[in-house]
């Protein structure tokens, strides 16, 4: 059998099937399709060798009349599923993260609440009461000490304490309006979170729990939903929502330019060195490959039917 030490994964939402792709030419390599509808989102535990891809259901955020209720589990060696993590009577599990206790939390919207599972049995082992219906993704700090929820048409964002053992709602913050997305910085004491009725970011105090910037987005006619960091914390890109348009701030949150890039684009992933971002467009079936140098996109590959996130990954 090949092995395949790096790989690039996909969750091809409106093909309700996950890609392994080559990393290098973004050919499809491997498709597993034995899924209930619809995977969305995505996140990569590389040291267990595997992935966890959430069913959310047959809807979108709003309007999911079908909520699943289960956690597919790939395994990023073979390549193949390897099985389902049932949440009942949990249901709309969607964004997750791995903690620096080594259990990974999981927004499951539709019961307000997240799910804590351990990732080396695949087993739920509690879950914390959240106060929104709307938590629709979650950020970690890097010290593992708090989460925080955004929790969409509620503009709001719930703040987690996880040192204590059952994890305690500390604060629940107050946005000037109804917000789309969120990620704490790696690098920085702060947050951004994507505003959903203007293209706006508000930049966010991870200790005072304060609004301490508004960032507006010129490029932008419309609002942002993804907002994502590097790894090293050095890159920002904010993702247009139903606009072909991507914009690159550096760590200090200058605007470094505005790309375009593919209908509806929704998610991406920078590249291990930093050299690269590739951004998933869901609206035509396609990639933008940018150049983080040149700021421009340099490929337009097409992977699947529509995929929604995307994420490269290194195995030992």
Known sequence: MQQHNRGLLAVDKQGNRVLFLNPDTFAVEQELNAFPPRPHELLLLPQLEKAYVPIYGDGIHGDNPHPGHKVAIIDLRLRQISGFIDLSPLKGPHSGQLARDGKVYLCCETSAVVAVIDPVSDRLEKTIQLPSHNAHRLTLSPSGRKLFTENEEDASIT??????????????????????????????????????????????????????????????????????????????????????????????????????????????????????????????????????????VIATPQAGTGCEVLSYFRLK
């Open 159 to 296: 703040v987690v304490d996880l040192c204590e053992a059952e994890g305690r709602i500390i604060d629940n913050i107050l946005m000037p309006g109804p917000i789309s997305g969120i990620a704490a910085s790696p690098k920085h004491p702060y947050l951004v979170a994507s505003a959903a009725d203007a293209p706006l970011l508000y930049v966010v105090d991870r200790q005072s729990h304060r609004i301490r910037q508004r960032l507006t987005l010129p490029g932008h006619q419309q609002p942002c939903q993804v907002v994502r960091f590097s790894a090293n914390g050095e890159r920002l890109v904010a993702i247009g929502d139903q606009e072909p348009m991507v914009t690159l701030f550096d760590d200090l949150l200058n605007p470094l330019g505005d790309i375009h890039v593919g209908n509806k684009p929704m998610d991406g992933c920078f590249s291990e060195d930093n050299h690269s971002l590739l951004i998933a467009n869901e609206g035509d079936g396609s990639l933008s490959l940018i150049d983080l140098l040149q700021m421009k």
